[in-house]
C-alpha cells in the first residue's frame, strides 16, 4: 500500500509527509513536486535514509509522467496538495495558476481515473482521491456574518481562490459523473514550521528577525481564521481514514483574528524570546497599500468535520503561533536559504509600489 501525495516539498505537503512517515507502521509515500520557489527538498531532508519515501521531480500536469508512477506504485489513495499558493503572486500572474490549478488538476484527475478504473473491484472501492482546498473559494463575509459552511455558496474573488474553486469543481464533477471516490478539504489559513516567507506570519517574524518594516496591508483589520499546520495534517489524515466519498469538509481553528492583531502578538513573542535592544518589535510596523480586491473576512465552521469525523484542533493560537517562532528562531539558515535568488525579486515587485 502507497500514498501519492503531489506538492509534497512544499509548506503544508512536507509537513504532512514528515507527520506522516514519522510512525514506524505508515504506508510509504511517493511525492511529485515539480519543486518551483515553493518547494524545497532541504524540508525532505530529514527522510533522506528513508527507503518509504521515494520524491520524484516532476509537474502534476505530464500526463506520461503521471500514468507510469502510477501504474509503477500503484497508490490506495491520491493526495493532492500541488498548487500555486500565493494570493499576491497571482495578482501579479495569474497565467502559473490556471496552469497549474485548474489544468494540472484536470491532467491529474484524468490519469488517477484511467488507473482507478481499471483497479480490481475491492481496490477500486476502497481508493480515494483528496483533493486539498481553501476557504478562499467562498469568499468575503462581512463582519457578523455566520462562518463558512460546507454549504455556502461559491464567491472567489482573487485568480488563486478562483483557480482553487474552479478545481474543486472538476473533482466534484469526477465524483458526480464518473464515480472517482473523491474527498475535499476546504482549510482555513495554516501557520507553522517550514512556511515560505512571502505569506504573513512567516515573513512578520523574518522581517522583524532583520530589523526590516513589518507591511501591513490597508488598514489591518482583515480577519482571518488561523489553524496551525501539524492540525490540518491531522485533519487529512482524518478525512482520509473516515471521510465518505464525495463529501466536503471544512476545516478551521475556531481563531479569527485580524492581521494587525497577528502581527502584534509576533511582536510581543519576539520581544520575549529575542529582546531587540533597538526597542520593542512592534516600532516596525509600517501600514502600506492594501491588496487589490483583499477580502475583509474568513472564517470556518468546521462543526461537520468534528461531528462526523470527531476531529478538532489540538492547539490553540497560543501554542501554534509560540512554537512557531521558536522554530523560525532555531532554523535562521534555512530562512537565509530561502530568501536568497528570486525571493528578492518578489519582494521587489510585491512591496515596491505599496509606498
Ligand atoms: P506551497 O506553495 O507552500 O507549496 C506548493 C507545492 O506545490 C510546492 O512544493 C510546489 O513546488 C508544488 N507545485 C506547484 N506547482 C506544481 C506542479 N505543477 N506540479 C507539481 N508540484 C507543484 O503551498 P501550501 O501552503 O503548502 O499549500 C498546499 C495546498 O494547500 C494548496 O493546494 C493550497 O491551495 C492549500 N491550502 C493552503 C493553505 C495555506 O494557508 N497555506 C490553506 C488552505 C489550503
Ligand atoms: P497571506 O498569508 O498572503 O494569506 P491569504 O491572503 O491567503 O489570506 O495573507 C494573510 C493576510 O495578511 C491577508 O489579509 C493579507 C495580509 N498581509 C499583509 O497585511 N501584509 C503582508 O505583507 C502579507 C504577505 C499579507
Not at 189 to 212: C, D, S, T, V, W
Request: aromatic content about 10%; some cysteine; proline content about 6%.
Amino acid at each position: 500500500m502507497t500514498l501519492l501525495v503531489t506538492g509534497g516539498a512544499g509548506f503544508i505537503g512536507s509537513n504532512f509527509v514528515l507527520d506522516w512517515l514519522a510512525d514506524p507502521a505508515a504506508e510509504p509515500i511517493v511525492n511529485l513536486d515539480a519543486l518551483t520557489y515553493a518547494g524545497n527538498r532541504q524540508n525532505l531532508a530529514a527522510l533522506a535514509d528513508d527507503g518509504r519515501h521515494l520524491f520524484v521531480h516532476g509537474d502534476i500536469g505530464t500526463r506520461e509522467l503521471l500514468d507510469r508512477l502510477l501504474q509503477e506504485h500503484r497508490p490506495r489513495a491520491v493526495l493532492h496538495l500541488a498548487a500555486e499558493s500565493h494570493v499576491d503572486r497571482s495578482i501579479h500572474g495569474p497565467g502559473a495558476f490556471i496552469k497549474t490549478n485548474v489544468e494540472g488538476t484536470f491532467t491529474l484527475l484524468e490519469a488517477v481515473r484511467a488507473y482507478w478504473s481499471a483497479l480490481p473491484h475491492d481496490a477500486r472501492a476502497a481508493f480515494r482521491f483528496l483533493h486539498v482546498s481553501t476557504d478562499e473559494v467562498y469568499g468575503s463575509l462581512a463582519p457578523d456574518a455566520p462562518a463558512f459552511t460546507e454549504q455556502h455558496p461559491y464567491a472567489p474573488n482573487s485568480p488563486y481562490s478562483a483557480s482553487k474553486a474552479a478545481s474543486d469543481h472538476l473533482v466534484r464533477a469526477w465524483h458526480h459523473t464518473y464515480g472517482l471516490p473523491v474527498l475535499t478539504t476546504n482549510c482555513s489559513n495554516n501557520y507553522g514550521p517550514l512556511q515560505f516567507p512571502e505569506k504573513l506570519i512567516p515573513l512578520m517574524i523574518a522581517n522583524a528577525l532583520a530589523g526590516k518594516p513589518l507591511p501591513i496591508y490597508g488598514d489591518g483589520q482583515q480577519v482571518r481564521d488561523w489553524l496551525y499546520v501539524g492540525d490540518h495534517c491531522s485533519a487529512i489524515r482524518t478525512v482520509l481514514a473516515r471521510g465518505t466519498p464525495g463529501e466536503v469538509y471544512n476545516i478551521g481553528g475556531w481563531n479569527e483574528q485580524p492581521n494587525r492583531a497577528i502581527v502584534h502578538t509576533i511582536c510581543g513573542l519576539l520581544d520575549e524570546l529575542r529582546p531587540d535592544p533597538g526597542g520593542t518589535y512592534a516600532r516596525l510596523i509600517t501600514h502600506v497599500k492594501d491588496r487589490p480586491g483583499h477580502d475583509r473576512r474568513y472564517a470556518i465552521d468546521a462543526r461537520k468535520i468534528e461531528r462526523e469525523l470527531g476531529w478538532r484542533p489540538g492547539e490553540t493560537f497560543d501554542s501554534g503561533i509560540r512554537k512557531t517562532v521558536h522554530w523560525y528562531l532555531a532554523h535562521a539558515a534555512w530562512v537565509a536559504a530561502v530568501q536568497s535568488g528570486s525571493y528578492r525579486d518578489w519582494v521587489a515587485t510585491n512591496y515596491a509600489g505599496r509606498g
